[in-house]
């Protein structure tokens, strides 16, 4: 019998865990990756940020639609074409 080790982040979990810790992992590097591509976009004339919504059936079939100002929106999705 052969040993099979999950690792996710450094940190061991069982067989059993795997799918939703990788899952998971996956959602918070989706996360971090739009934060670091978007995260300081501010709208000109109010300040407010944008506001992403991501969803999808599975972590490799995704969309992500982008509420705010025209001018936001449209900085959003130059910069993730750019960076993603």
């Given at each position: ?16 865990q ?18 670091r ?25 995704f ?22």
């Amino acid at each position: 019998m052969i040993d099979i080790l999950f690792e996710i982040n450094g940190r061991k979990v069982s067989s059993r865990q795997f799918p939703n810790e990788l899952e998971k992992a996956v959602a918070k590097g989706i996360r971090d990756k739009l934060t670091r591509a978007v995260g300081n976009i501010r709208d000109p004339m109010t300040g407010k940020s944008p506001k992403l919504k991501v969803t999808g059936r599975s972590l490799d079939k995704f969309s992500i639609k982008v509420e705010g100002s025209s001018e936001v929106i449209s900085e959003v999705e130059r910069r993730l074409a750019k960076n993603w």
